[in-house]
């Protein structure tokens, strides 16, 4: 008999981390995928729908300008909740740590659907530090029959938790495979990450930052400080930085008001997942408060300077490629500048390897949820 599987995701980093697992769902005839997208983001979750070509059976339509944490989460569980009793399915399945994710976790709880979690474990130890994605983990992992852990730190931490053992699977991190599809798709077709050619001749010659900052706990503050730190780094006439930015109009007014004058600095929209592989690929280094960033850098080799106090991501850190540095402006350009300076210090962090996967976690995530028919 087939499963149902009910996907659930809603921003950009859930859409680019889900879609290896929902085409690894649909190549295997065990199982009828059904995708529901809360749509809590909508432009960057429809770049990352195009380019893995899913349109989802569900669509909730619920970003809002500005959207309060509280006004999203009651539209999202009764939301999700209408889509599983309408679907009825045998398992749903959630990734991450998202308003999205908790909620989908929620409502099936409320229906007595078992919930499996893809990145499951990631804990920083402190609930304001990410937040509020610290307590979703938390409440996905309470509710959660099925954990894939995308390392074995993560699956300690859920064992200190208390977690069944059997439970349990480390599988890998699925960015790891979303990017090596994503990199397959770009040789086979340069085109699609070829759009920021103007860039790249316009900032010939210099040494490129690639930036990208959105987290809630900056607002009020962390962000202004972040500004400052690119404007000094930006005095700089050997280098140059490009920087998507979040189409939040909190990240938007700040990074716009502080940076938008100046010439080596590109302020640019959010770029789809190819030409944001691409910029991984052009940048020296990365200079970011994201999560997934944080596991896609290290993979590629790239020097990346987490803007956070802390991260349930250590892995990075732990390997050498990534280094805490706060969201303190002076802190930041000094790190910056020792990296753009001192070649033992890059060489040092500017090793490949993949902490976080192999590039196959989807395929163990769907050989798992067939095994527990
Ligand atoms: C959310 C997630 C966070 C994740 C981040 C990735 C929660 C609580 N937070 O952040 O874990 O790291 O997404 O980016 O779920 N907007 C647009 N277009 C878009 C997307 C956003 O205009 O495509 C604007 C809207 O005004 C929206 C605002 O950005 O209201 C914030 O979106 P939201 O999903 O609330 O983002 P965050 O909570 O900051
Ligand atoms: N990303 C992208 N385009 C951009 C910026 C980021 O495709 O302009 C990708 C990036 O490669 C990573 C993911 O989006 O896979 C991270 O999303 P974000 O920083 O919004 O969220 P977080 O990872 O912090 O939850």
Not at 155 to 172: C, R, S
Request: proline letters at 6%; aromatic letters at 4%.
């Amino acid at each position: 008999m087939t499963q149902t599987i009910l996907v659930v995701f809603g921003t950009r980093p859930e859409a680019i981390k889900m879609f290896p697992v929902v085409h690894a769902l649909a190549a295997d005839p065990a199982f009828r995928v059904v995708t529901c997208v809360s749509a809590q983001h909508r432009g960057m979750l429809d770049q990352v729908l195009a380019i893995a070509g899913i349109v989802p059976d569900h669509d909730l339509d619920l970003m809002k300008p500005d959207q309060t944490l509280d006004g999203l989460t009651a539209a999202l569980l009764t939301g999700l909740g209408g889509v599983m009793d309408a679907e009825k399915p045998d398992w749903v399945v959630v990734q991450g740590d998202t308003a999205t994710a908790m909620a989908g976790a929620l409502a099936a709880y409320y229906r007595k659907i078992p919930v499996a979690h893809v990145e499951a474990g990631l804990r920083s130890h402190n609930i304001y530090h990410p937040w509020p994605e610290e307590v979703n983990r938390k409440i996905i992992g309470t509710i959660a029959a099925l954990h894939f852990a995308p390392t074995e730190t993560s699956a300690a931490a859920l064992k200190a938790e208390n977690v069944a053992a059997d439970a349990i699977h480390v599988t890998g991190n699925t960015v790891i495979d979303a990017l090596q599809w994503v990199s397959a798709r770009i040789e086979a077709e340069p085109a699609l990450a070829s759009g920021l050619a103007g860039l790249e001749a316009r900032f010939a010659g210099k040494r490129i930052i690639g930036v990208t900052s959105h987290r809630r706990e900056n607002f009020g503050g962390g962000l202004e400080a972040i500004a400052e730190a690119i404007r000094q780094i930006a005095a700089r006439p050997d280098v140059a930085l490009i920087f998507p930015v979040h189409p939040n109009p909190n990240v938007r007014k700040v990074m716009e008001g502080a940076l938008g004058d100046l010439p080596n600095v590109a302020l640019i929209e959010p770029l789809d997942y190819p030409h944001f592989a691409r910029l991984l690929g052009l940048a020296e280094i990365m200079l970011t408060d994201s999560g997934g960033v944080q596991e896609e850098a290290p993979a590629l080799g790239k020097p990346v300077l987490v803007m956070r106090e802390t991260t349930e991501r250590p892995e990075g850190v732990e390997a050498g490629t990534a280094r805490l540095v706060g969201t303190d402006t002076a802190r930041i350009v000094s790190e910056i500048f020792t990296l753009l300076d001192d070649k033992a210090a890059y060489s040092a962090m500017a090793r490949a390897h993949n902490p976080f996967g192999d590039g196959h976690a989807a395929q163990r995530i769907v050989e798992l949820l067939g095994n527990v028919r």
